[in-house]
């Protein structure tokens, strides 16, 4: 199984800041990489497919990049409703595993 | 629009199995795999396994097989996964979201859109 590990586990920041969550596969992934963002009680929502493609309606403060083995998603100017967790998922083989998660909170 | 709209809360026995249903609409529901994923409380999200809906084969991973089964029903475009031989440590959200085409990239599996989940909470 392909192990996803991200980091921070959490962070505090404030509205405006620049904003950097990793991801890193167990083995190589190619570009099969996956954000998503959750706030409590809610499903998560897709923000980046494929490494580094912006889903429609998503803000284009946010941002994803990497390929390989190592991921990013960058939030580039932090706003109020961005204060969530974001997973990461790789897609390229089944079992398909997610990262543990990344908590945004407000500083 | 494109959803996916799932059953209600249910509470369970452990020992016992609960069927969960996840209605789509919006889309043609035998072009996208379906897949169900589960988030135990204060917790992270784990991969479930998933269905064609167009032909009915299903990918479970090891530690689910053997007590998960997922169907669907075409007519109502519904699916269900249904888990058996609850324990504790399966109260948990469960959540169906629509993956790849079917006749595409397998390695395309995003998520989106999601259900809203349903909450399973087994105790004696």
């Known amino acids: 199984d392909i192990q996803m590990t991200q980091s921070p586990s959490s962070l505090s920041a404030s509205v405006g800041d620049r904003v950097t969550i990793t991801c890193r596969a167990s083995?190589?992934?190619?570009?099969?990489l996956n954000w998503y963002q959750q706030k409590p009680g809610k499903a998560p929502n897709l923000l980046i497919y494929?490494?580094?493609s912006l889903r429609t309606g998503v803000p284009s403060r946010f941002s994803g990049s990497g390929s390989g083995t190592d991921f990013t998603l960058t939030i580039s100017s932090l706003q109020p409703e961005d204060f969530a967790t974001y997973y990461c998922?790789?897609?390229?083989?089944?079992?398909?595993?997610f990262g543990g998660g990344t908590k945004v909170e407000i500083k | 629009q494109v959803q996916l709209m799932q059953s209600g809360a249910e509470v369970k026995k452990p020992g016992a199995s609960v069927k969960v249903s996840c209605k789509a609409s919006?889309?043609?529901?035998?072009?996208?795999?379906l897949h169900w994923v589960r988030q135990a409380p204060g917790q992270g999200l784990e991969w479930m396994g998933w269905?064609?809906?167009?032909?009915?084969?299903?990918n479970y991973p090891q530690k689910f097989q053997g007590r998960v089964t997922m169907t669907r029903d075409t007519s109502i475009s519904t699916a269900y996964m249904e888990l058996g031989r609850l324990t504790s440590d399966d109260t948990a959200v469960y959540y169906c979201?629509?993956?790849?085409?079917?006749?595409?990239?397998?390695?395309?599996?995003?998520?989106?859109?999601w259900g809203q989940g349903t909450l399973v909470t087994v105790s004696s």
């Open positions: 979201a629509s993956g790849a085409a079917v006749a595409g990239i397998t390695e395309y599996n995003w998520f989106d859109p």
């Open positions: 919006g889309f043609t529901f035998t072009d996208y795999s």
């Open positions: 269905i064609n809906p167009s032909n009915g084969g299903t």
């Open positions: 083995q190589s992934i190619s570009t099969y």
């Open positions: 494929a490494a580094s």
């Open positions: 998922q790789q897609s390229y083989s089944t079992p398909l595993t």
